[in-house]
């Protein structure tokens, strides 16, 4: 079901920039490419979407590459309160409004 | 703008019977989607509701079901609980549903253990 790849995990230092990369080579030319992250405990919290360019958020970027089979999520300046996981998902006519979670990527941040 | 409020967050419940989760979505929001978390499984699509009709449907058993009233708030029921119901039941509204390009807001959840 889920069509995008993403690192297991990875690990940042507090205050220096963390970019999260998402695979999605399947990607049709009408998809959405969404951000959630979970921190412990709570449910998802959207972050960003894009569809062609780049975007910016009071949260985040979100650098899409020119064929668009990739995608970057970049934290300008990781805090620990940053610390979740962070799902990268192909928002699709095909699923309707169903958002399908892949496993995600674990982001632990050292202060 | 309140944000999602999901009831009750915690709840133990023993096996065979049945239980009624309830999720009020924000003010406005018509779509409201129900997802269970667990930790081998991941966040899986149970289905979602759009003024009052169910409009999508995840790969769930029929002992999982849900209704959507007038004012958009959303119960999903699940009858003769398994063990491994156990989970994290999440529920997300949206304003227009089936935009690609709108956020979904999610709520606390509700922590089912069944025992």
């Known amino acids: 079901d889920a069509k995008t790849t993403q690192p297991n995990s990875m690990e940042s230092n507090e205050e220096e920039p963390v970019h999260l990369p998402c695979n999605h080579s399947?990607?049709?030319?009408?998809?959405?490419i969404h951000w959630y992250r979970q921190l412990p405990s709570q449910g998802p919290e959207y972050v960003i979407h894009?569809?062609?360019s780049n975007v910016n958020n009071r949260m985040a970027s979100l650098a899409i590459a020119e064929d668009r089979k990739s995608s970057t999520l970049i934290l300008h300046r990781a805090t620990l309160r940053d610390a979740a996981v962070y799902y990268c998902i192909l928002n699709t006519m095909e699923y309707g409004n169903k958002l399908v979670f892949g496993a995600g990527t674990i982001l632990r941040v050292k202060s | 703008k309140a944000g999602v409020t999901q009831t009750p967050r915690y709840l133990i419940k023993t096996r065979g019977q049945q239980v009624t989760l309830s999720c009020s979505p924000i003010?406005?929001?018509?779509?409201v989607s129900w997802y269970q978390q667990t930790p081998g499984q991941g966040l899986q699509f149970l289905f979602e509701?759009?003024?009052?009709?169910?409009?999508n449907k995840g790969n769930f058993p029929g002992r999982f079901s849900g209704r959507q009233f007038s004012n958009s708030r959303s119960e999903m029921n699940v009858s003769t609980l398994e063990l491994g119901d156990s989970a994290l039941y999440l529920c997300a509204s949206s304003d227009m549903g089936r935009r690609l390009n709108t956020e979904a807001f999610f709520g606390q959840g509700t922590r089912l253990t069944v025992v």
């Open positions: 894009g569809l062609t």
């Open positions: 399947t990607i049709s030319g009408t998809d959405y």
């Open positions: 003010s406005g929001h018509r779509s």
């Open positions: 509701y759009f003024s009052e009709t169910q409009r």
